[in-house]
């Protein structure tokens, strides 16, 4: 199975911050990762799709970069509602895998 | 808007087999290109992929779960199960069904928290 790290696992940050968190891969996975934002005792909500592609009423302050291996998902301007934890997801191979998680917290 | 809602005892106990199913609305469970999941989340920890189901009826499933799991589907119904046999502690977790759109998941429901226990 194709082993996601994510990292940090968790960070402080402000209002306004730019925030990044890595996702690196085990093995190369194209361009099959997508991005999820889940809040407290919700469900996990799709951001991006495809490394990049911004899921439909996703804000344009989430983007996602990266090929290959590694992979960075991106808040440009941090709002009080993006304080929630973010997982990564490959889909380029069965079994689908997620990465651990990185949970972004108010300083 | 496509809804999924989980549904299922809560409480299960050692060795027993997990049952749950998720009903779709608003929405074919046969529409063309998707699959339909289930995930799960144990308490404070990550997510696992535990399968998923086309409306063929044709499945995947995560090796780890060791030959446990099976999933499946009634289209006549507009929804889809989970069995997962001989569980244990190891299996309490909040489990999620999602529609899989080429392999994520862009809809979820609100997840069902089963705890495993005598």
């Not at chain 1, 990044?20 to 093995?27: D, G, V």
């Not at chain 1, 909500?45 to 990266?66: A, H």
């Not at chain 2, 086309?54 to 009634?74: E, W």
Request: with cysteine.
């Amino acid at each position: 199975a194709i082993q996601l790290t994510q990292s940090p696992s968790s960070l402080s940050a402000s209002i306004g911050d730019r925030v990044s968190i890595t996702c690196r891969a085990s093995q190369g996975i194209s361009s099959a990762l997508a991005w999820y934002q889940q809040k407290p005792g919700k469900a996990p909500q799709l951001l991006i799709y495809d490394v990049s592609n911004l899921e439909s009423g996703v804000p344009s302050r989430f983007s996602g970069s990266g090929s290959g291996t590694d992979f960075t998902l991106t808040i440009s301007s941090l709002q009080p509602e993006d304080f929630a934890t973010y997982y990564c997801q490959q889909f380029t191979s069965f079994p689908l895998t997620f990465g651990g998680g990185t949970k972004v917290e108010i300083k | 808007q496509l809804q999924l809602q989980e549904s299922g005892p809560g409480l299960v106990k050692p060795s027993e087999t997990l049952s749950l199913t998720c009903s779709v609305s608003a929405g074919a469970i046969t529409s063309s290109g998707y699959y339909w999941a289930w995930i799960r989340q144990p308490p404070g920890k990550g997510l696992e992929w535990i399968g998923s189901v086309y409306a063929s009826g044709s499945t995947h499933y995560n090796p780890s779960l060791r030959g446990r799991v099976t999933i499946s589907i009634a289209t006549s119904k507009n929804h889809f199960s989970v069995n997962l046999n001989s569980v244990a502690a190891a299996d309490t977790a909040v489990y999620f069904c999602a529609r899989s759109r080429r392999a994520t998941f862009d809809i979820w429901g609100q997840g069902t928290m089963v705890i495993v226990s005598s």
